[in-house]
Nanobody, 123 residues
Framework: VQLQASGGGLVQAGGSLRLSCAAS????????ITWFRQGPGKEREFVAL????????LYADSVKGRFTISRDNAKNTVYLQMNSLKPEDTAVYYCAADSSIGWSTRMNAYDYWGQGTQVTVSS
């Protein structure tokens, strides 16, 4: 499956952005989709995950209550709605896909990655 992340940009603290991860190539509903991010000088970290069906989601503590992950399998797209953005949310955001039965927050569990989209939050 090929993934294309988009929707990043520059926003002031407290603002909102919606990221999209569009997939092509294989049956989208066969994949858990996860967002990771990598801030300047930091390691890549887990942000949010949505299960194949969309019934289950998981969030990093740092974004819980502010970010919402959703998917539209008919459009082969996963969304990450980011509200109340903070400067520490500044990062390149990547979406990744995994077809395993169970889901994981570990990067090495993911076979397919999008190219990343830059999110910059100014104070």
């Amino acid at each position: 499956v090929q993934l294309q992340a988009s929707g990043g940009g520059l926003v002031q603290a407290g603002g909102s952005l919606r990221l999209s991860c569009a997939a092509s190539g294989r049956t989208f509903g066969n994949y858990h989709i996860t967002w990771f991010r990598q801030g300047p000088g930091k390691e890549r970290e887990f942000v949010a995950l949505i299960s194949k069906s969309g019934r289950n989601t998981l969030y990093a503590d740092s974004v819980k209550g502010r970010f919402t992950i959703s998917r539209d399998n008919a459009k082969n797209t996963v969304y990450l709605q980011m509200n109340s953005l903070k400067p520490e949310d500044t990062a390149v955001y990547y979406c990744a896909a995994d077809s395993s039965i169970g889901w994981s927050t570990r990067m090495n569990a993911y076979d397919y990655w999008g190219q990343g989209t830059q999110v910059t939050v100014s104070s």
